[in-house]
C-alpha cells in the first residue's frame, strides 16, 4: 500500500468520524468540534496530495487557508452558542429553533 | 532507521484516529475536548511526515493555542459551572450511521481503486516559498483572508456581548 493511500484513509477516517459528531452530537460545542475535525481532514488531504502528486506548495497554501478560515467559523459559532445559551440555558442544538417559524 | 520512522508514523496515525474516536463517542463533553488536543497534535505530526514545516507549526499554534481553547472556554461557559462530568446525549444514532457507512464506502472505493499519478516527494523547507506564493499567486486570497478574519473578530465580539443591556 503506498503512503498517499495511508494518509487517504486517516483523513477519510476522520471526515466520517467528524461527520457522525455533527449528525448524532446534541451538545452544539461538539457539533463544533466534529467540523473542526472535517475541516482536518481536508486539510490533511490536500497536503497529501500536494506532497505526493503535485510537486508544488499550492495545496498547503490550500491548506493554510483551511486553518484560517476554521480560526474565524470557531469565534462566530462559540459567541452564537454563548447567546444560545443565554437565551435557552442550554447548548442542546435542538432547542435552537427559534426561526422555525 | 526506516522502519523507526515507519513505526513512530503508525504511532501518530493511531493517535490521532484513536483520539478522535474518543472525541466522537465519549459521553463527557470535557473529555472529547482534551481529546481534540491529540487529535490536532497527531494530524500536525502527519504535516510533518508530509515535509510540511510551517503547516505543522501553524497547525500546533492555531488548532491547539487557539480553537482548542476557545472550545473548551464554549464548554465552560455553556454548562453547569463546577461539574466537570457534564453528560451528552446523543440523538438519531442509528439513522445516522446509513448514510456515513455508505459516504465511507464510496470514499474506500475511490481511494484504492483510483490509478494515482505520483511524482517523486521532495523534502526541503516550504516556508520561504509558501511566503512567496502568499504574496503572489494567492495575494488577492490572503487579503480577503485577513478582512474575514478581522470581520469575523468584530462579530463575535458583537454576538457575544451580554446583550439584556441593550433593551
Redesign the interface.
Known amino acids: 500500500m ?1 503512503s ?7 483523513s ?10 455533527v ?8 457539533v ?3 467540523i ?2 472535517i475541516l ?1 481532514s481536508a ?2 488531504n490536500f ?2 496530495f ?6 508544488n ?2 495545496g ?2 490550500a ?3 483551511i ?10 459559532a ?9 437565551l435557552k440555558a442550554s ?1 442542546d442544538v ?1 432547542q435552537a429553533d427559534l426561526l422555525q417559524g | 532507521m526506516e522502519q523507526l520512522s515507519q513505526l513512530i508514523f503508525y504511532c501518530f ?1 493511531a493517535l ?2 484513536g483520539s ?2 474518543v ?2 463517542f465519549h459521553r463527557r ?1 470535557i473529555y ?2 482534551f481529546a ?1 488536543l491529540f ?2 497534535i497527531g ?1 500536525a505530526a ?2 510533518l511526515y ?3 514545516d ?2 505543522a507549526v ?2 500546533v499554534l ?2 491547539v493555542g ?2 482548542l481553547i ?2 473548551i ?3 465552560f ?3 453547569r459551572i463546577m461539574s466537570l462530568q ?1 453528560p ?6 442509528y439513522i ?2 446509513i ?2 457507512i455508505l ?2 464506502i464510496a ?2 472505493w475511490v ?2 481503486s483510483t490509478p ?4 517523486t ?2 523534502v526541503e523547507p ?1 516556508t520561504k ?2 511566503g512567496f ?2 504574496l503572489t ?2 495575494l488577492v ?1 490572503f487579503e480577503l ?1 485577513s478582512v ?2 478581522l ?3 468584530v ?3 458583537r ?2 456581548r ?3 443591556a441593550e433593551e
Request: no cysteine.
Open positions: 503506498h498517499l493511500t495511508v494518509y487517504l484513509l486517516v477519510a477516517s476522520l471526515f466520517l468520524l467528524g461527520l457522525l459528531a449528525m448524532t452530537r446534541k451538545n452544539a460545542v461538539s463544533l468540534m466534529g473542526e475535525l482536518n486539510g490533511l497536503v497529501a500536494s506532497h505526493f502528486s503535485s510537486g506548495l499550492n498547503q497554501a491548506a493554510l487557508f486553518i484560517i478560515i476554521a480560526a474565524a467559523e470557531a469565534a462566530v462559540l459567541a452564537i452558542f454563548l447567546n444560545l445559551y443565554r447548548s435542538n | 496515525v490521532t484516529i478522535a474516536i472525541v466522537v463533553v472529547s475536548a481534540l487529535t490536532f494530524v502527519l504535516y508530509l515535509a510540511a510551517f503547516l501553524s497547525q492555531i488548532y487557539g480553537i476557545l472550545i472556554f464554549g464548554v461557559l455553556t454548562a457534564i451528552q446525549e446523543t440523538h438519531q444514532r445516522a450511521l448514510p456515513v459516504i465511507g470514499l474506500l481511494i484504492l494515482w499519478e505520483l511524482v516527494p521532495q516550504t516559498e509558501l506564493l502568499l499567486r494567492y486570497p483572508a474575514l478574519l470581520a469575523a473578530l462579530g463575535a465580539m454576538l457575544a451580554y446583550f439584556r
